[in-house]
């Protein structure tokens, strides 16, 4: 049976201490305010030992999430791929400084996410940002459960599936008119590879990271194909080339260090920024080139398969956010 002893709080105020003991589990003790909390407690623990399915919420009552998220950082961040790694201590560090955090693992539920959730919004943060807040308190909370001995714990980010901000759709920006011979006469004014780059990408489909990431020793000249060993879905893939990725490629020179283009993703984004200026074209990124790409494969009469297996989506949802077909483009497959 449990016991249940009142004692002096810190600010004078009695509350009540449950204490179960049993043989084969350890002590459960917690503090409650009045005593009717503390019995509701005991029962409940009471109940899941005389059922076998008891599990200790010591840990997860006194680990805050704030800890466990710089433990995460210690643990499971570095075991990630370089490019994520950066990222998602910024973003642990965000999480760190925010109320939420200061509170316990096990006292947090899907009302409190909810309630965050909320204020993110009010601070005027993006939908996408707050899903991979989400996405690492979520994952946090699994790996305490899993591999942190927390086996009692619940995620409280999986009961809010409904609640979470929704997704703006993808862009759709696409070249039109002459914006290719536009850029293609900018870039040539410029002291760097963005010329190629552009031209590389709209006939690659590759992410800009991926681009970056380019070595010689990954590529196969007779067979035409490059390899991508690391990607962003951790995937390594194969980038069939055209004659004009090719031609490309032919005319750069060969580095030292064996990469292909020598510059980092930033660069390849702030030249092209620049290049958008010098030819008077507002509202393009380079990452639409990518979008540009993919619809370009479309356009080509391939399927959905053979234009994942370029673009290395995962879904077909994902693949159709890539992807802007013209209409016009279009009328003659219709007959």
């Known amino acids: 049976m449990a016991s249940f002893i009142p004692r002096k709080g810190p600010n004078g105020k009695r509350v009540w201490q449950a204490h179960i003991r049993r043989r084969g589990y350890p002590a459960q003790v917690k503090t409650f ?3 009717a909390e503390a019995e509701a407690w005991a029962s409940i623990i009471e109940s899941e030992i005389a059922r076998g399915v008891f599990a200790s919420r010591s840990d997860a009552e006194g680990t805050t999430l704030a800890e466990a998220l710089t433990r995460y950082l210690l643990e499971i961040t570095p075991t990630k791929k370089p490019s994520t790694v950066a990222r998602e201590k910024n973003r642990a560090k965000v999480l760190i400084a925010t109320p939420l955090a200061r509170r316990t693992l096990a006292s947090i539920k899907g009302s409190d996410i909810s309630t965050f959730v909320r204020d993110l919004q009010t601070d005027g943060l993006g939908a996408n940002a707050i899903r991979l807040d989400l996405a690492l308190i979520s994952h946090v909370f699994t790996i305490a459960g899993s ?39 900018a870039a ?9 780059l552009i031209t590389w990408a709209i006939e690659t489909a590759m992410r800009r990271s991926e681009i970056a990431a380019m070595r010689w020793e990954h590529l196969d000249r007779k067979d035409r194909v490059l390899l991508i060993p690391e990607t962003k879905n951790g995937t390594p893939r194969q980038v069939p080339l055209s004659v004009a990725a090719l031609a490309v490629l032919d005319a750069l020179p060969r580095r030292i260090d064996g990469t292909v283009w020598g510059v980092r993703p930033d660069f390849i984004s702030q030249a092209f920024e620049r290049v958008c200026k010098a030819s008077g074209i507002e509202g393009l990124t380079f990452h639409d080139l ?13 399927n959905p398969m053979q234009v994942a297996a370029i673009t290395g989506h995962k879904t077909l949802q994902m693949l159709k956010r890539y992807t802007h077909l013209k209409a016009k483009d279009l009328v003659e497959m219709m007959g």
């Open 33 to 35: 305010d009045t005593k």
């Open 147 to 185: 591999a942190w001995g927390m086996e009692s714990l619940a995620n409280p980010v999986k009961r809010i599936r409904g609640q979470r901000p929704k997704l703006p759709g993808g862009r759709t920006r696409r070249l039109v008119d002459d914006e290719q011979a536009r850029l293609r006469v």
């Open 188 to 196: 040539g004014t410029q002291d760097n590879d963005i010329g190629p």
């Open 290 to 302: 990518r979008h540009e790409a993919t619809s370009r494969l479309f356009e080509k009469g391939m």
